[in-house]
């Protein structure tokens, strides 16, 4: 597809210049949904030209206020580059992103494969190794975050990176949807959330994901990570900021800016 083309050559030139660009709809408007996907699978193909795998996958829009916002009634989703991904504690220069926002999310990682269609929540916790505190710095490609569904789709589901924490925990004798979380900014609370804001449970936003990908033919692999969806709404920061997620039973994740 020509215009697919065009467009991933346009965000995989904003995101290595640090330059954003007007968003796709207003040069498209009849960009669809599939559309979309397209581009992100070329986008994709180029960066991984540069070097790295696909290691897992993100989910965006998996909270009701952000699905309303954009007009929609389902999550999105795009790859996880190894690339993208970052120990506990790591620093990020700012001047590697466009106009970078963080959020804490619950990881999950998984110790076989999961294949939908027809996954439920409950086959999904038995693909499951563990869960993982994480941090997503989210970043557009697109000028001011001026976003559709369509938009941020093409544009990788909005990802940048993934700072996962220490510990992978097993999952027996914890119930997801209950874990607190508590973000913090330089030490001073700026969100709490809990596992239910993603998709109602982090199990069943990845089983969603196992079985939007069915069709494709995509598995989700022994090893991957699925980043499950943002437990609070996503902020700015800035450089020389700390920020540090705490998740109940799964412990801390941090990283700090410059």
Known sequence: MVTADRHADALYAARRDRRAIPPLTETQPDLTVTDAYAIQGRFVERLLGDGGSVVGYKLGLTSRPMQELLGVHEPDYG?????????????????????????????LVLDRPLRGPGVTAVQAARAVGGAVAALELVDSRIEDWRISLVDTI?????????????????????????????????????????????????????????????????VLEEGHVVMTGSLHKAFAVEGGDRVRAEVDRLGSVACRFS
């Open 154 to 218: 093409a544009d990788l589901a909005s990802s940048a990176a993934a700072v996962l924490g220490p510990r992978v925990v097993p999952l027996e004798g914890i119930d997801l949807r209950h874990l607190g979380m508590v973000i913090r900014r330089n030490g001073r609370i700026v969100a709490t959330g809990a596992g239910a804001a993603a998709l109602g449970s982090p199990l069943a936003a990845i089983a969603w994901l196992a079985n939007t990908l069915a069709p494709y033919g995509v």
């Open 79 to 107: 790859p996880v580059l190894s690339t993208m991904v970052y120990d506990d504690g790591v620093e990020l220069a700012l001047d590697d992103f466009i106009e970078p926002r963080i959020e804490a999310e619950i990881a």
